[in-house]
């Protein structure tokens, strides 16, 4: 077992649910002063954009309460310009805040949103299955052992060292999971001999093999010993896991895992990672518990407005548990919903605006911000995402496509089927993905309008052959 003499392994009784941060007034001054300088923005820091700055809202497993949804949609509205955005890790992000900075934090830590400690907001990133805890296929509940990895990433000092950009995975095998973003650090739920087991794997998600396993009990301790070995090893230029092992073989760096935990790490060759079932963020599906489900509906293209948010929130507490769960999808879950009120529920989201439908083309469209928001764009991602969406609807098309205004692919933390990418107003880049080509994948075509664009996936719809 790794040593606990610094305080690093907190004794925590498993939980079912996350916490709840206390909602009591903060002053969030003194917090800043702890905030090391990042390009990053998070909720104590805001950085700005053209379009006012952003404030980026982590949420412990994806998870937000209505209370606390109905208060960042009033934030956004009376500080900001009213634009609240869905990410790709399941946190919500203020844009086109004002110059009231001070007032919107200290709203959105009296609603509870915060860290525990103001250094440790950079390194909340864990993710879980929107579904953790509900999901029929699930083999773990992850949220008592999330908890616990939360509460340890914001209250050690030394891990306040990590990158903002330093991320975990905690996968419990549910059906729904977004498996294809790459973390630091990736821990997956499974069996073997009839004993439950945490896989895990570093640089990469819980598509590839994994290294190697550790007790399911033993997940918090692997956790310490992963982050401590990496500080131990990186340098300052080392910031993620995969610079460090270009440099440290992985043979070697499991040795150190394996020295701070005081066992052998166990064997798991052959085993991979159940498939999950593609599309299961956006409709009504079964939860474990026999008649409740959860509705999901997508953002279009990721935003949501103060109205929006409101209603969300007021589904929430007339039929569901009174949370709403985002996604990676930058969609968001309704769970806990009886199977005699889902239409009612599916109803009441599209009137606000939000797609609940898979045949509605804008719900498998994503983009960036965009040169309204962004310097860096090259293009009006979001407007030019909106007429693409009308085109393929005219011709009963879907088509998975992420438009990035620039190299930096902030909408999207994995590779999409389909990537154009901006090179001047309105023109885009096609690409395919392709797992033996880097980056987006393989390059189709050059400098597209929306209309060739379009026209290009639909000959490739209605073909077998991508020459």
């Not at 896989?199 to 010993?225: M, N, R, T």
């Not at 983009?367 to 407007?383: F, H, I, L, V, Y």
Request: glycine share 8%.
């Amino acid at each position: 077992m790794p040593s606990d003499k610094a305080g690093i392994i907190p004794r925590l009784r498993p939980r079912s649910v996350f916490p709840t941060l206390p909602v009591t007034p903060l002053n969030p001054r003194p917090l800043s002063t702890a905030i090391r300088p990042s390009a990053c923005p998070g909720l104590l820091r805001i950085v700005p954009a053209l379009d006012g700055g952003i404030c980026r809202i982590k949420l412990a497993g994806g998870v937000i309460s209505a209370a606390q949804a109905v208060a960042v949609a009033e934030a956004a509205q009376v500080f900001a310009g009213g634009v609240i955005e869905a990410t790709n890790r399941a946190n919500l992000q203020i844009r086109g805040i004002g110059d009231e900075h001070q007032a919107l934090i200290a709203k959105l830590l009296e609603a509870g949103l915060g860290p525990t400690t103001a250094a440790g907001d950079d390194v909340r990133n864990l993710m879980l299955s929107p579904s953790a805890g509900i999901d029929r296929q699930c083999l773990v509940d992850t949220r008592p052992l999330a908890a616990q990895i939360l509460h340890t990433l914001q209250g050690h000092p030394r891990f306040h060292e990590l990158s903002p950009k330093f991320a975990v995975q905690l996968d419990g095998g549910e059906a729904l999971a977004m498996l294809q973003h790459h973390h630091d650090l990736w821990l997956a739920a499974c069996e073997r001999e009839g004993q439950r087991l945490l896989a895990f794997g570093l640089a990469g998600c819980p598509v590839d093999a994994p290294l190697a396993a550790v007790p399911l009990e033993q997940g918090h301790d692997l956790l310490v010993a992963v982050l401590e070995a990496f500080l131990d090893l990186a340098s300052p230029e080392q910031t993620r896991m995969r610079h460090l092992l270009a440099q440290v073989p992985v043979a070697e760096f499991l040795l150190q895992v394996q020295r701070r935990l005081g066992g052998p790490l166990l064997s798991v060759d052959g085993w991979r990672r159940p498939a999950v079932v593609e599309g299961l963020h956006l409709g009504t599906y079964p939860q474990a518990v026999a008649g409740r489900v959860y509705v999901g509906a997508v953002a279009p293209l990721g935003r949501l407005d103060p109205a929006m948010l409101k209603g969300v929130a007021q589904l929430a507490l007339r039929y569901g548990d009174s949370s709403l769960r985002l996604t990676p999808w930058q969609s968001l879950l309704l769970p806990d919903i009886a199977v005699a009120d889902a239409p009612a529920v599916t109803a009441g989201l599209a009137e606000l605006g939000l797609l609940c439908r898979p045949e509605q083309a804008l719900a498998h469209l994503i983009a960036c911000t965009g040169s309204s928001g962004c310097a860096k764009a090259q293009a009006d991602t979001k407007g030019d995402a909106l007429r693409l969406a009308a085109l393929l609807q005219a011709q009963g098309q879907q088509a998975a496509v992420h438009l990035s205004g620039c190299l930096r692919t902030c909408a999207a933390a994995h590779v999409a089927p389909t990537t154009l990418l901006a090179v001047a107003p309105g023109r885009y880049d096609l690409y395919v993905r392709d797992a033996t080509q880097p980056g987006f994948g393989r390059l189709r075509a050059r400098n597209l309008s929306i209309e060739a664009a379009q026209a290009l996936l639909d000959v490739r719809q209605r073909s077998h052959l991508d020459d």
